[in-house]
């Protein structure tokens, strides 16, 4: 079992930025994909950014541009920038798990992040 735990969300205007932090407590951080999902109110869970063991990374359209995600190994962290914030981006921040080799999959319990003037 791997408890992720985010934090680094809260509320901003448009066009300013925050950074989002998730920790793995986990001695094989290593060995995880991690990916950043977003839910906002009414919609689906949809990816928003992921970083593989090797650091290869891939954007949902929508951000491309404004979030870089990053890892830290000797953390155990994996970080989300974001800039140039929209209001469309407000919604329920998720931190994803998943080992390469079992597939098995952890979700941390979300952050809220709220994009408004």
């Known amino acids: 079992q791997v408890q992720l735990v985010e934090s680094g969300g809260g509320l901003v205007q448009p066009g300013g930025s925050l950074r989002l932090s998730c920790e793995a407590y986990?001695?094989?951080?290593?060995?995880?994909?991690m990916a950043w999902y977003r839910q906002a109110p009414g919609k689906q869970r949809e990816l928003v950014a992921i970083?593989?063991?090797?650091?290869?990374?891939n954007y949902a359209d929508s951000v491309k541009g404004r979030f870089t995600i990053s890892r830290d190994n000797a953390k155990s962290t994996v970080y989300l920038q974001m800039n140039s914030l929209k209001p469309d981006d407000t919604a329920v921040y998720h931190c994803?798990?998943?080992?390469?080799?079992?597939?098995?999959?952890?979700w941390g319990q979300g952050t809220q992040v709220t994009v408004s003037s």
């Open positions: 994803n798990a998943r080992h390469m080799a079992n597939q098995n999959d952890y």
């Open positions: 986990t001695s094989t951080f290593s060995w995880y994909a």
């Open positions: 970083i593989t063991p090797g650091s290869s990374t």
